[in-house]
């Protein structure tokens, strides 16, 4: 019998969010010996933070800070405890449609489209209210519940019909396609929640009649940014406050294999860590290969994903005035590859470099020569953008980044002659974990049997759920998968995400005790 060379009560696989989440309950509560790997030496996995050689920063895509959850709002405020450590912002977001800018979410704000595509969507919205009069069978797939709330027309004039666009073709499906790359007709609709805005009739024909925009809606209305660092910058302060003789980061926690059977993980390198319990917040597609488990990686095919490039472009100049305070912004037109643009920079004025630093422009937005010569100063501001790519929706890497700059103009968020003074592009693999039809019926396999192998997969792709993949939600599911290890709680971002996303989760906290949920809340 070959013995491993070290052994701990918990392993956890993974220092993003959800692995620090469950790296702070452990080294909270003090109960049981652990240990945390990850092959990258800085902590923060899909939320980190990438710099550029002109001092320009851009997260793994659009992050910002909002919570459900006392207890991950006691961590991040321990680790970042000053009040200067953070950026508090109102969303100030539009979607970009018929060269206006709808504010967001655009169901909410057809008020603000031009007289005939208001009716449109307004016929639309009443046909689809008078048939949910009906008793009827419940959406089979997203595309339907689009339908089913928002309707789509089809208009006959003279003789020949003539389709007219609704929410559905104008916003929706267009958009939901740019995200997640696959169309909506093969996504569920049970992960919908907070995820989506259902339009109120109501509501909307009042804001039409007005000619009102609708207020803020949505759980980040409100958002902390930190104000170093970007997003990353709080998970290494997360993990600054572990003690480090539990970390092993880079090289040295680099998994190559894990034994199942034997409860071991094999190490880059050849060490091995024996563990009772092991807490994986890496996708569970790439677990079950490190497992060798054939049974499970057939099971994991039929998981989808979408790729996610992020593109940046720091410019030279004051922000443009019809940037303004914007935040970020969709697109769900073909005139740009990208779904969405965060303005970087207004999150934060350490997202870019002073003023008083010299950078050179390496070109026009248009392709044109730089003009000038040497390095000038600024202000500078900078732009983020995200595109997804998948089977279905393939990406020309090699023009990604000019295509993005093209995209930038073509829907007036650069002028032509925009000083470019840096680029930036990352392609991640994982993205977004798509909540296809299939998902559910197999993560109600796929989980169970791991679980019963002593492995708790949890996370964005540990567990596969997007409904409950924001950081907060992230952390928790490493949280509370150490406490169902340690005391059998009930794990509920895991089984009930509408629970934990439709009330205040107050039940643990950092500094007052040491609660768990061992039965679900009455309240």
Same mark, same amino acid.
């Given at each position: 019998m070959t013995y491993p060379d070290i052994c701990v009560d918990v392993l956890v696989i993974g220092a993003g969010p959800t692995g620090l989440g469950a790296a702070k309950r452990l080294n909270q509560l003090r109960e049981v010996s652990w240990l945390l790997l990850?092959?990258?030496e800085t902590p923060g996995g899909l939320a980190s933070t990438d710099i550029t050689a002109e001092g320009f920063l851009y997260d793994v895509g659009g992050?910002?800070?909002?919570?459900?959850?006392?207890y991950f709002d006691d961590c991040l405020n321990e680790a970042l405890p000053r009040e200067g450590d953070w950026y508090t912002h109102q969303r100030v977001s539009y979607v970009r449609c018929k060269d206006l800018w709808i504010p967001y979410p655009f169901q909410n704000n057809i008020s603000m489209l031009p007289k005939d595509d208001q009716v449109n969507c307004m016929n639309g919205m009443i046909d689809a209210a008078l048939e949910a009069r009906v008793p009827n069978k419940k959406p089979q797939n997203f595309d339907e519940w689009i339908l089913r709330m928002m309707g789509k027309l089809l208009f006959f004039f003279a003789i020949l019909p003539i389709a007219r666009e609704g929410i559905a073709d104008i916003f929706m499906r267009p958009y939901n396609f740019k995200v997640w790359a696959v169309p909506t007709t093969k996504m569920q609709c049970e992960w919908l929640g907070e995820r989506v805005a259902a339009p109120d009739l109501k509501t909307v024909t009042k804001n039409v009649i007005l000619q009102k925009p609708a207020g803020n809606w949505g759980p980040n209305a409100t958002f902390r940014f930190p104000a170093n660092g970007g997003t990353g910058g709080i998970w290494i302060a997360v993990a600054d406050t572990l003690p480090p003789c539990n970390l092993r980061l880079g090289a040295k926690g680099t998994v190559e294999r894990v034994d199942a059977e034997a409860k071991i993980v094999i190490l880059k390198g050849g060490k091995t860590i024996g563990y009772q319990r092991l807490v994986s917040t890496m996708p569970v597609d790439s677990l079950a290969e490190k497992m060798g488990d054939k049974e499970l990686v057939s099971m994991t095919k039929a998981l989808s994903y979408s790729t996610t490039h992020v593109v940046g472009i720091g410019l030279r100049g004051v922000r443009p005035e019809n940037i303004g305070d914007k935040c970020w912004l969709y697109f769900p037109e073909d005139d740009c590859p990208f779904y969405r643009a965060t303005i970087f920079s207004n999150y934060s004025p350490n997202n870019q470099p002073q003023a008083s630093v010299r950078l050179p422009t390496i070109r026009r937005a248009d392709g044109t020569g730089p003009g000038g010569h040497g390095p000038k100063k600024g202000p500078y501001w900078s732009l983020m953008m995200? %595109?997804? /790519?998948?089977?279905? =929706?393939?990406?020309?890497?090699?023009? %990604?980044? /000019?295509?993005?700059? =093209?995209?930038?103009?073509?829907?007036?968020?650069i002028g032509a002659d925009a000083e470019i003074v840096s680029t930036y592009h990352r392609r991640f693999d994982h993205g977004y974990p798509t909540p296809t039809l299939e998902r559910d019926g197999v993560l109600k396999q796929l989980l169970p049997k791991l679980q019963a192998k002593g492995i708790y997969s949890r996370g964005r792709f540990g567990s596969w759920k997007y409904e409950v993949g924001n950081q907060d939600h992230s952390f928790m599911l490493g949280v509370e998968a150490v406490d169902n290890i340690l005391h059998g709680a009930t794990e509920l971002t895991l089984n009930y995400p509408d629970f934990v996303n439709g009330r205040a989760n107050v039940e643990r906290s950092l500094t007052e005790g040491k609660a768990v949920l061992s039965t679900f809340p009455t309240n």
């Open positions: 990850d092959s990258s992050h910002v800070i909002f919570s459900h959850y006392k995200e %595109i997804s /790519e998948s089977s279905m =929706k393939p990406v020309n890497e090699g023009r %990604i980044v /000019e295509d993005t700059i =093209k995209g930038c103009i073509n829907t007036n968020l």
